[in-house]
């Protein structure tokens, strides 16, 4: 008991500093968020770059690495509270095949132009991912999976602020293109949930529009978010099977536990296990752990590092979104 006591307080010496500072930054871009309606995500993100010093050295690197990598893998693990199999059946096979299908091609649009820009193939999975699946949650999930190297970080960021500004910008302009092509209100709604990156602009945008809207492209959304689990459990797969890893040369686990948490609670969910009162409480813990995280994710990169990415991985994931929405938008013309 005495050796588990002096662990507990030997852990909390070392890393306490650096969670405070990367929970304080969470904190900071949540009130800037609430109060001027800035993404939270993205305030967290500035934010942290703003303190890259606390990271070069000194109490606080340790707490801002275990909040970069353990404490995002609990926050992607918990969103899985937020998927059921009731949710996805209520939508119709077709249009779930569809948004499934915009999730997979982008992702293969992705690689494949990155291949022929002759972008590294984890660059180009990292961005695609995002876009095709959710965001800034799953760039950092995709990125916990990848083998590292000495730009890991760097493109990580990359795709974490591109994904968060490029979404921003499609919860303004996106409701403008669903009156000027006509959408009725169910093919609005896809169309948001389809290809809007993140969670919290699909939301912004469906409920700009109509609170049916705003419920429906939340549903859609949250199909593509569905998607993680097996996307980096493919992943996983295709790296373990390779002959050499970079890094340590060990194969990354064949499930990181933060996919199984995420199967684990949308099985449950599906049941209608998890108790009305604690779901809202397990949303709000993921939201916060993936805040805490990509403050501290911020905190790793410095801007110098940042611009040495170029011009051609910001027309790259502009493709990719620009690929996503038209493929969106063909598949409903057709399904309709």
């Known amino acids: 008991m005495k050796k588990y006591l002096e662990q507990s307080v030997g852990f909390c010496k070392v890393n306490l500093p650096g969670l405070a500072v990367a929970l304080l930054v969470a904190i900071t871009a949540q009130f800037l968020s609430e109060h001027y309606g800035a993404p939270a995500m993205l305030m967290a993100l500035l934010l942290g770059i703003a303190l890259n010093f606390l990271s070069e050295e000194g109490k606080t690197v340790a707490g801002i690495n ?30 779930i095949i569809l948004v499934i299908m915009g ?4 992702i293969l649009f992705a690689v494949l132009v990155g291949r022929f820009a002759k972008f590294d ?42 994904v968060t500004i490029l979404s921003t910008i499609a919860m303004v302009t996106y409701p403008l293109i669903l009156d000027a092509l006509d959408l009725d209100f169910k093919q609005g709604a896809v169309f948001l949930g389809g290809t809007i990156h993140d969670v919290a602009q699909v939301v912004g945008a469906g409920f700009s529009v109509s609170n049916e809207t705003g419920e429906v492209a939340t549903l859609v959304k949250l199909i593509r978010v569905t998607m993680l689990a097996p996307v980096v459990l493919v992943a996983s797969l295709l790296i373990r099977s390779q002959k050499t890893v970079e890094d340590t040369g060990k194969k990354p686990p064949l499930l990181p536990f933060f996919v199984l948490a995420f199967l684990f609670l949308a099985g449950i969910n599906s049941f209608g296990l998890i108790p009305e009162a604690l779901s809202p409480i397990i949303n709000a813990t993921s939201r916060w752990a993936l805040l805490v995280s990509i403050a501290a994710v911020g905190m790793k990169t410095s801007i110098r590092r940042m611009l040495t990415v170029g011009g051609g991985a910001i027309s790259l994931i502009i493709a990719e979104t620009l690929f996503l929405a038209i493929f969106i938008l063909v598949g409903m013309h057709y399904l309709s």
Request: hydrophobic letters at 55%.
């Open 66 to 95: 275990l909040s970069s990598r353990t404490i995002l893998r609990i926050g992607v693990g918990l969103l899985g509270a937020r998927v059921s199999v009731e949710l996805l059946a209520g939508l119709g096979a077709s249009l």
């Open 103 to 106: 999730v997979i091609t982008t």
């Open 121 to 162: 193939w984890r660059f180009a999975f990292l961005t695609g991912g995002a876009v095709a699946i959710c965001g800034a949650s799953a760039a950092m999930a995709i990125g916990a999976i990848l083998p590292k190297d000495e730009s890991s970080e760097r493109n990580l960021i990359f795709t974490v602020l591109g």
